[in-house]
Each structure stands twice: as structure tokens, then as C-alpha cells.
């Protein structure tokens, strides 16, 4: 490609760049106008700007902030809620009741995916959606590994897939519950079948996502009508809501947050308040980047959540599998010339053991995973009885595993950077593929630093 070509594509991108940061503005700007004629005030005059580490987030131009300070006040009028499903009554016409199955449940998430479908087709094709302020800042793309291609997830590591392929089986499960309720049903404002036509999988999957990764928890019983059309469909509780502007804040582990609905008056009805109760220094300045926190969450929850992770979460760890230890007997020649009894393995799973495996750089190798290396490595016995005496006995006698754990620590070390290198081999990769690359590089960093620490003396 010669110089002039490199040129043009490079002012093409910058121009493209430019139009969808100009664009996003505008739909920003929409949006405020639409909240402020729903009742918010802004009273923290927060905004939102691109910050280098994080993208879009929000910050305030004028106020400073301190533990105990509000972060916003939104009136709970502009929230997707379950009030707002019930209170939508095109929407509930869609859904006959007499074909709830109390077999074939859904989620609330996967119900509020569905009414983004809804709102967006009436956005696309009538111009009359309440929320179309809104649906024009939501992301087209999401960074979930869900989102990455075939040749990228075969690529990954086996802890990534399974959340993966869980995803997607609970996904397509809740689509064709929902196409079996609409049935050969057509949309009024076009004629066209609601799932053949319109609710396609694909965009289904969008929705899902953006419910998933933007949604906020409230106690929904202080929203919800005496009378639930939904009722019967649902499985679980429906405390969640998507909530317009405030979704922007991005999260982060060094701060701590509440959220709740408090009642203004009988009138006005409720604010969804986010107050900010701890943060890492002593006050934010105007233009600061404002966080909340969404949970203690490691860094696999969100990105397979969320489609991000932080560098050095404080709230990390890395989990380890049965499977990872099968792998390394396989690929260590000094622990695959040992013969190992399939009573241990099968006494491990019918007792859960493998659940709540994993290593923590602070407080070192979880108790589970001392207790299973201990019976795969140092036992030789193999009935259940002697097996059970020993699994739930004294927790002194598991402090004997420090060398499996080392060479369990530096094959995981050696797996991770062996999916790196295949992600590299890659011609391309897409958004997904690049942010999920860079979390399992922050992996090696992990187990390297917990090397340092809990292996060097073993070595």
C-alpha cells in the first residue's frame, strides 16, 4: 500500500471517528432534554466525557465530591422497570397468558431484552417509542467474549467457553420461548411476523447484552403494581432496571456505592439515588472521572459480563478447574508416571470439592484446592470411608501440596500464554478478541505475581 493510500484510508478513519463522536454528542444531548421533561434536575451537573483509560464515562464540570455526597438523583419515571413493562399495554397484548408454561420461564433480563427489541422497532419504523432518546446511546457493539469470532474462540481458555456456551444456551432458550409465545403474530405497525421478520436472534443477543451490562438493581416492590400481567412468565425477581445517563458511569474496585429508591412524595413518587460512600482519596475535583461500584467482582465476571476487566482488581483471583489438574498430571513427567485412583476423582466431584477452587494473591491457595491436590497427590488411599476421613478431618495435613501447587501455577502460566500467542497467529482480531486478549494477559500477570509470592520458596 503505498504512502498516498495509507493517507486517504487514515483520513477516512479520522473522519469516521469524528462523525461518531459528533453523533454520539447529539444523542447525548436528546437524552438530556428527554430526562430533564421527565423531572431530573442534574442537580451534581454531571456530564459525559472520553477519558483515555475508560472511554465515555461521566464526571462533574462544577461540583467536588466526598464520601456521603449524592452522585445523581433520577427520577424512577425515566427507569426501565418492571412498572414500565406493566404499564405498557401494546407491549403486554403480545403476550397471551393463557400460553404461560410454568416449565417455560424466563428471566426478567431476558423479558427487558425483548421490550429493547420492541421499543426499537417502534423507534425504527413509527418515530413514536417513549425511550428512543435512549436507544440511541446505547452501544451497537458489546466486548464480551460471547461477541468473539469462531477462530478467536478457539482460542481461548476452557474457564472463558464454558461461561460462554452457558450464555448462549440460556440465551437461545429464552428466544424460543419467547418466539413460541408471539407465535406467527404481526406487528400492526407493519404486518411483518414479529420473530421471523423482526425479532431476529442476532439482535436479540444485542439486547440480552445490553440489559446485562447496563442494568442497575433496585427493589422492584416498591415499583411493581398489585396486579402483575408478566407474573406467571417470570422466573426470579425482577430488581433490576435499565436507568438512562446514569448507566454511563463506569465502574470501578476502589470505590463504594449504594443505590435506592426513596420516596419523594406521594406525588412525585421515587428517586433512584446512587450516593457515594468510600473512595480512594479524600475528595474528586470538577472534570475527575466519577465511578461506582458494581460489586465485588473479579476480573472473569467482568468480562464476561460486562466486556472489561481492571488491571490489579483488587477483588481478583484466579479460579482453577479439576480439569486444569488432569491437564497437568498429562503434561508433567514426573507426576504422570504416578497412578492415580478413580475413586479420588469421582469422590472429588460427588462431594463438590472442585467448587471454589482458586488462588488469591493476599490470602494464597483456597481451601478446596489444598484439600483436592492433598487426595490426588498425597493419599493413597482410595475408599470413600478413609477418603471422607480425610477430606473433612484435620486442616493442618493439606500444608503438604506446596510443590503441585507450584507446578500447577506455572502450567497455567504456560497455558494462558500459549492462548496469547494463538490469538496472535490471527490475522485480524475483532473488538472482543482484542479486549479478551488483554485480560488473559493481565492472567499471566496475576499468576506470575502469585509465583512470586507463594511459589519462590518451592522452587
Same mark, same amino acid.
Given at each position: ?30 437524552? &438530556? ?10 442537580? =451534581? ?9 475508560? @472511554? ?12 456521603? +455526597? %449524592? ?15 406493566? #404499564? ?18 424466563? #428471566?426478567? *433480563? ?41 477462530? %478467536? ?10 461461561? =460462554? !456456551?452457558? *450464555? ?34 442476532? $439482535?436479540?443477543?444485542?439486547? &440480552?447484552?445490553? /440489559? ?13 403494581? =398489585? ?27 476502589? !470505590? ?12 412525585? @413518587?421515587? +428517586? ?14 470538577? &472534570? ?6 458494581? @460489586? ?7 468480562? =464476561? ?10 477483588? +481478583? ?22 497412578? &492415580? ?22 490470602? @494464597?491457595? #483456597?481451601?478446596?484446592?489444598? !484439600? ?24 493442618? *495435613?493439606?500444608? $503438604? ?7 500447577? /501455577? ?14 496472535? *497467529? ?24 502469585? %509465583?512470586? /509470592? ?6
Amino acid at each position: 500500500m503505498g504512502r498516498t493510500q495509507r493517507l486517504r484510508r487514515r483520513r477516512a478513519s479520522e473522519t469516521t471517528t469524528t462523525q461518531t463522536h459528533n453523533n454520539e454528542l447529539e444523542s447525548l444531548h436528546v437524552l &438530556y432534554g428527554y430526562l430533564h421533561a421527565m423531572g431530573w434536575r442534574n442537580d =451534581t451537573q454531571l456530564s459525559a466525557l472520553t477519558f483515555p483509560q475508560t @472511554g465515555r464515562g461521566l464526571c462533574s464540570k462544577s461540583q467536588r465530591f466526598q464520601a456521603g +455526597d %449524592e452522585l445523581i438523583r433520577l427520577p424512577a419515571n425515566c427507569l426501565i422497570s418492571i412498572a414500565s413493562l406493566e #404499564s405498557d399495554e401494546h407491549f403486554k397484548a403480545l403476550f397471551n397468558q393463557d400460553l404461560f408454561d410454568k416449565d417455560a420461564r424466563i #428471566s426478567f *433480563q431476558a423479558l427487558v431484552a425483548c421490550y429493547l427489541m420492541h421499543q426499537q422497532h417502534l423507534h425504527e419504523t413509527t418515530h413514536s417509542s417513549s425511550y428512543a432518546a435512549y436507544l440511541n446511546t446505547l452501544p451497537r457493539t458489546y466486548t464480551t467474549p460471547y461477541f468473539c469470532a469462531l477462530s %478467536e474462540l478457539q482460542c481461548l481458555p476452557e474457564s472463558l467457553l464454558e461461561r =460462554t !456456551v452457558s *450464555q448462549n444456551r440460556q440465551i437461545r432458550d429464552y428466544y424460543q420461548i419467547l418466539k413460541s409465545l408471539v407465535g406467527t403474530q404481526r406487528c400492526q405497525c407493519c404486518g411483518q411476523q414479529l420473530c421471523q421478520d423482526i425479532w431476529a436472534l442476532a $439482535d436479540y443477543k444485542r439486547a &440480552y447484552f445490553a /440489559v446485562n451490562s447496563r442494568s442497575v438493581y433496585l427493589n422492584a416492590r416498591q415499583l411493581k403494581p =398489585t396486579r402483575c400481567h408478566f407474573q406467571q412468565l417470570l422466573s426470579g425477581d425482577t430488581n433490576l432496571a435499565l436507568a438512562p445517563f446514569l448507566d454511563l458511569f463506569n465502574h470501578s474496585d476502589s !470505590v463504594q456505592t449504594t443505590a435506592e429508591l426513596q420516596l419523594v412524595s406521594k406525588e412525585k @413518587g421515587h +428517586d433512584y439515588v446512587l450516593t457515594l460512600n468510600a473512595l480512594p482519596k479524600a475528595e474528586l475535583r470538577p &472534570y475527575d472521572q466519577l465511578f461506582i461500584s458494581y @460489586g465485588a467482582l473479579p476480573n472473569l465476571k467482568l468480562l =464476561t459480563d460486562y466486556g472489561f476487566y481492571l488491571e490489579r482488581n483488587a477483588h +481478583d483471583f484466579f479460579e482453577i478447574s479439576l480439569l486444569d489438574i488432569e491437564q497437568l498430571i498429562v503434561h508433567n513427567k514426573a507426576l504422570a508416571a504416578q497412578s &492415580y485412583h478413580r475413586n479420588i476423582f469421582k469422590f472429588i466431584r460427588e462431594h463438590n470439592l472442585f467448587d471454589q477452587m482458586f488462588v488469591h494473591i493476599d490470602d @494464597g491457595c #483456597s481451601h478446596n484446592l489444598r !484439600v483436592v491436590l492433598h487426595l490426588i497427590f498425597k493419599q493413597q488411599a482410595y475408599f470413600p470411608n478413609v477418603l471422607n476421613q480425610i477430606a473433612f478431618g484435620d486442616v493442618a *495435613q493439606f500444608d $503438604d501440596v506446596q510443590p503441585e501447587l507450584s507446578y500447577l /501455577v506455572a502450567h497455567k502460566i504456560t497455558d494462558y500464554r500459549g492462548f496469547v500467542k494463538a490469538l496472535d *497467529q490471527l490475522p485480524q482480531l475483532t473488538e472482543s478478541g482484542t479486549v479478551t486478549r488483554s485480560y488473559l494477559l493481565e492472567c499471566i500477570r496475576y499468576l506470575n505475581a502469585f %509465583e512470586s /509470592v507463594h511459589c519462590a520458596s518451592s522452587k
